[in-house]
Nanobody
Framework: QVQLVESGGGTVQTGDSLRLSCAGS????????MGWIREAPGKGREFVAA????????YYADFVKTRFTISRDNAKKMMYLQMFDLRPEDTAVYYC???????????????WGQGTQVTVSS
């Protein structure tokens, strides 16, 4: 089992950058594929990015491709989401999630953090 805690959210302006962090605790962090999922006001959760256990394979939603970068540091039990050129439509609660097995672009994750709010003002 793994526990996940997100940090790094905040309020920024259009065009700004932000880096979200996800700290994992528990055993075998490196065994899990990881992902970022977001939930905007009045909308359901949507996939943002995913990374496999070793970090050499990454997947992105079309709407964030080239603007966001997912990465992980298994030695530190950390995962990151570097976000560039933020837009008002990126405003959402961002969740860190982990799953057994391979990375996925779906929402079928086994463990979830509590979320961190990102607000982008125009």
């Amino acid at each position: 089992q793994v526990q996940l805690v997100e940090s790094g959210g905040g309020t920024v302006q259009t065009g700004d950058s932000l880096r979200l962090s996800c700290a994992g605790s528990g055993r075998a962090f490196s065994n899990y594929a990881m992902g970022w999922i977001r939930e905007a006001p009045g909308k359901g959760r949507e996939f943002v990015a995913a990374i496999n256990w070793s970090g050499d394979r990454t997947y992105y939603a079309d709407f964030v491709k080239t603007r966001f970068t997912i990465s992980r540091d298994n030695a530190k039990k950390m995962m990151y989401l570097q976000m560039f050129d933020l837009r008002p439509e990126d405003t959402a609660v961002y969740y860190c999630a982990a799953k057994n097995g391979g990375a996925t672009i779906t929402l079928t994750y086994d463990y979830w953090g509590q979320g961190t709010q990102v607000t982008v003002s125009s």
